[in-house]
T-cell receptor, first 108, second 114 residues
Framework: GIQVEQSPPDLILQEGANSTLRCNFS?????LQWFHQNPWGQLINLFY???GTKQNGRLSATTVATERYSLLYISSSQTTDSGVYFC??????????FGAGTTVTVRA | DTAVSQTPKYLVTQMGNDKSIKCEQN?????MYWYKQDSKKFLKIMFS???????INETVPNRFSPKSPDKAHLNLHINSLELGDSAVYFC?????????????FGSGTRLTVV
């Protein structure tokens, strides 16, 4: 299956800071999604982004499929941004494979 | 109106028992999934159904049996529970099985086997 590597594994931010999370994958994909798992365990779909750039409020994501990576940008971070951010990719086997996640802690 | 709802939210049970987790989606999606999240937060697919038909069956013990009575429901039955089954189980749905759309997850069921 496709290997998914996320970096950094942990990130501590001061409220108001910007950050970039990275997702590298080992093969071509036709599906890439970013999720946020909040401290209560709920998994929220942030972006469906197999290629290109999307923005949603303070969050944006870019996937460069030809170079096999995706980036998630968090701007002006807030304490509610804390949690684990997962990148998940899918290919011809129709399975969505998750990375190990980046744990983000935003301090007030 | 919850899009993907799972019940129960918490389940504590003894080894050897049989238990079920229910999942329902009101999004009109064709495809539903069960994922398992372990203690290190790693998410792994277990099963997928498309219009009531099993399409993904990962290497899980056959004590786990999914059932889809219709495309809006996907239940997970677990026989002879073991300590290692303790985890959070997530149900999810998507518009199709071809990875053309994003996934919507339920809020999870935390299973603790004692």
């Amino acid at each position: 299956g496709i290997q998914v590597e996320q970096s950094p594994p942990d990130l501590i931010l001061q409220e108001g800071a910007n950050s970039t999370l990275r997702c590298n994958f080992s093969d071509s994909v036709n599906n890439l999604q970013w999720f946020h798992q909040n401290p209560w365990g709920q998994l929220i779909n942030l972006f469906y982004i197999p290629s290109g750039t999307k923005q949603n409020g303070r969050l944006s994501a870019t996937t460069v499929a030809t170079e096999r990576y995706s980036l998630l940008y968090i701007s002006s971070s807030q304490t509610t941004d804390s949690g684990v951010y997962f990148c998940a990719v899918g290919s011809n086997d129709y399975k969505l494979s998750f990375g190990a996640g980046t744990t983000v802690t935003v301090r007030a | 109106d919850t899009a993907v709802s799972q019940t129960p939210k918490y389940l504590v049970t003894q080894m050897g028992n049989d238990k079920s987790i229910k999942c329902e989606q009101n999004l009109g999606h064709d495809t539903m999934y069960w994922y398992k999240q372990d203690s290190k937060k790693f998410l792994k697919i277990m099963f997928s159904y498309n219009n009531k038909e099993l399409i993904i069956n990962e290497t899980v013990p056959n004590r786990f049996s999914p059932k889809s009575p219709d495309k809006a429901h996907l239940n997970l039955h677990i026989n002879s529970l073991e300590l290692g089954d303790s985890a959070v189980y997530f149900c999810a749905s998507s518009q199709d099985s071809l990875l053309n759309y994003g996934y919507t997850f339920g809020s999870g069921t935390r299973l603790t086997v004692v």
